[in-house]
């Protein structure tokens, strides 16, 4: 599975940005990690075929993700944004059905977009 990810930038703290990722084919979860510089690759949000979500505590309320199973694409909506939401964005896609949160669950990766939020 490819994973193209688009949408990162520069905005400002409280400013809005969306995050999009095309798979090559459809796969039961798709979902957004971050990596912040210097910190661990931490879970953001999944999103299964379905339509079943997940959130990590630190996006709730602010981020919301979707798909377009038609399309095989995600999106990650990011409201309120916070200097500390500052990271690369990678989306991630997962064959198995069962929602995991581990980085070492996904198996496919995109290339990671930027997302720089100043004060």
């Known amino acids: 599975v490819q994973l193209q990810a688009s949408g990162g930038g520069l905005v400002q703290a409280g400013g809005s940005l969306r995050l999009s990722c095309a798979a090559s084919?459809?796969?039961?979860?798709m979902g957004w990690f971050r990596q912040a510089p210097g910190e661990e690759r931490l879970f953001v949000a999944i999103?299964?075929?379905?339509?079943?979500?997940d959130y990590a505590d630190s996006v709730k309320g602010r981020f919301t993700i979707s798909r377009d199973n038609a399309k095989n694409t995600t999106y990650l909506q990011m409201n309120s944004l916070k200097p500390e939401d500052t990271a690369v964005y990678y989306c991630?896609?997962?064959?198995?059905?069962?929602?995991?949160?581990?980085?070492?669950?996904?198996?496919?990766w995109g290339q990671g977009t930027l997302v720089t939020v100043s004060s």
């Open positions: 991630v896609a997962r064959r198995a059905t069962v929602i995991r949160f581990d980085r070492y669950a996904y198996n496919y």
């Open positions: 084919e459809r796969t039961y979860i």
């Open positions: 999103i299964t075929s379905s339509g079943h979500t």
